[in-house]
C-alpha cells in the first residue's frame, strides 16, 4: 500500500471521485477494501464532506446522519483521501483530472431541482426542494434564500418523502427541533411564522405515493399540527387485505389520519391526491395555485379538465432533481443523468449514485451501486503510472488553490459541535471562507 501523501509507484491506481457524499465514499469503500494497490482522492467543492447526508438529510432525522461514521472510517484509510474545497469546472477540468488519475469517477449526484413547467414557477415565494432544503439544511448556497415565511398557507408539491420532510420541517415546533442542527437562520423564520394550513398535493393517488411508511407516520406525531385526509379519497376498505409492503403500511397511516379532526390542532397539514398544479398564481409574489383534479388510468395520472384554485403564500415544489451537466462529458438532458452504460462513460470516466441513475432510493441504495462500479474499475482499468494525487498537490500550489483536507473538516466539525446551543448536535457553519479560515487556523 503507498503512504498517504507519497508519489504513486508504476503500480498504484490512481482514482480520483467527484463528490464526497454517500456514492462516491460508498465506491471509495469498495475500492479500497481487498488487496488491490489503489488510492483514491475524493473531491468535493465544498469544505465539508459527506453531501446529501449533511445538507440533504433531514435535520431531525441525526440517526440517518450517523453513517457519516462509516465515511469516516473509509476516509481513515491511508490511502483515501478528502479534497474538499476543488471545485470541478473552477478549479480544474475533467481533461486535467484525466492527465491526473488513471479514472475518475463523477458521484456528483442531481443537484438541480426538475422545473413544475408551469406559469407563474418564477414568482417570489416558489422554491424548488433542493433550494428549500438547502436552505434549512445550511447548504452555503442557499443560505442567502431568506424564503418570506409570513404567510397562512403552504404548498408542498410532490408525494414523496422529500415533500413529507419539508411538511414536517415547517410543521414542527422548536421544542420538537430542539435536538436537531436546523439551521438558525431556518429556525428564527420557521417558528416565528404563523402558518396555519399546510397542503402536500400528490398528482396521483394514495396507493401511489413515493413516500415510505416511516416517513409518512411521523406526519402522524406532530406536537402542533394534525395530518388530515380526506377518507373519501382513499380507496374501499376491502382492498387493504390485498396489499403488502410499503403500500399497505401506508394505507393504515392514511386511514388514521381520516380519522383526524381539523380541530385537533392549532396547525393542519391536509394530505390531498388526485391534484396536479397548472399554474401558479400571483403578481411578484405567489398567492395560490391552479389544480386540476385528475385520476388514474393504468398507472398513469390524467387530467379531468374540472379545476380549483389553493391559496398559498408559499409553494415547495418537491418532484425530484436532476444532475448538474459538466463541461465535455456526455448528459441525457431528458433525464438529468450522465450518458452512461452501467456506469461506464468512457474508458476512464465512470459515474455512480444519483449522477449515474437518477434521484432514486435510499442512502443504503448507493452502497451496492459504489460495489458495482468499483468491481469494474478493477476490472477494466489497468494502472498507468500517473502522478495521482502529488500531481493535484503541484496543481494547486500552482494555481493557490486552499484545499481543505479531513484533518481540516475535522477542526470545522469540532467547531460546529463547539458552538451548538441546548441538545442541537451542531451549530453548522453556513459561510465558505469562515470554514477555510477553521479548517487552516
Ligand atoms: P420522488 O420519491 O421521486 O417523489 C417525487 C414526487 O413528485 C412523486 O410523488 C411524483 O409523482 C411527483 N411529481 C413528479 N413530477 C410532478 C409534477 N410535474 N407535478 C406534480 N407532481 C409531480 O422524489 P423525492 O421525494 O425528491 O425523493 C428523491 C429520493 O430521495 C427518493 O428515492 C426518496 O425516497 C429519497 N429520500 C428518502 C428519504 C428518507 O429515506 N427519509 C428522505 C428524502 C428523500 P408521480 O409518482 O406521479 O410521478
Known sequence: MVANGSDADAGTLCVAIIGAGPAGYYTAEALTKGDANVRVDIIDRLPTPFGLIRAGVAPDHQSIKNVSRRYTATNDRENVRF??????????????????????????????????????????????????????NSHPDYTDLKPDLRVASV?????????????RILAKTSTEMADTDLADHAAERIHGAPIKDIYILGRRGPLEGAFTPKELGELNRME??????????????????????TQKKNMASLR???????????????????????????????????????????????????FETLPAGLVVSCIGYRGNPIEEVPYDEARGIFINTDGRIDDQLYCVGWARRGPTGTIGTNKPDGIGIAAKILEEIKPAGKRGRDGLNRLAEERDLHIVTFADWKKIDAAEVIAATNDAPRAKIVDIDNMVTIAKS
Open 256 to 306: 388514521a389520519m381520516a380519522s383526524n379532526k381539523n380541530t385537533d390542532k392549532p396547525v393542519r397539514l391536509h394530505i390531498k391526491f388526485y391534484l396536479r398544479p397548472t399554474e401558479i398564481l400571483g403578481e411578484g409574489s405567489v398567492c395560490g395555485l391552479r389544480l386540476e383534479e385528475t385520476r388514474v388510468e393504468n398507472g398513469r395520472c390524467v387530467g379531468t379538465k374540472v
Open 224 to 245: 402542533n399540527c394534525v395530518a388530515l385526509v380526506d377518507a373519501s379519497q382513499l380507496p374501499d376498505l376491502a382492498i387493504d387485505e390485498t396489499l403488502a409492503g
Open 155 to 167: 404548498a408542498v408539491v410532490g408525494n414523496g418523502n422529500v415533500a413529507v420532510d419539508v411538511a
Open 83 to 136: 479534497v474538499g474545497n476543488l471545485s470541478l469546472g473552477r478549479d480544474i477540468t475533467i481533461t486535467e483530472l484525466k492527465e491526473l488519475y488513471d479514472v475518475v469517477v463523477l458521484a456528483t449526484g442531481a443537484a438541480k431541482d426538475r422545473p413544475l413547467g408551469i406559469n407563474g414557477e418564477d414568482l417570489k415565494g416558489v422554491y424548488g426542494s433542493g433550494a428549500f432544503v438547502g436552505w434549512y
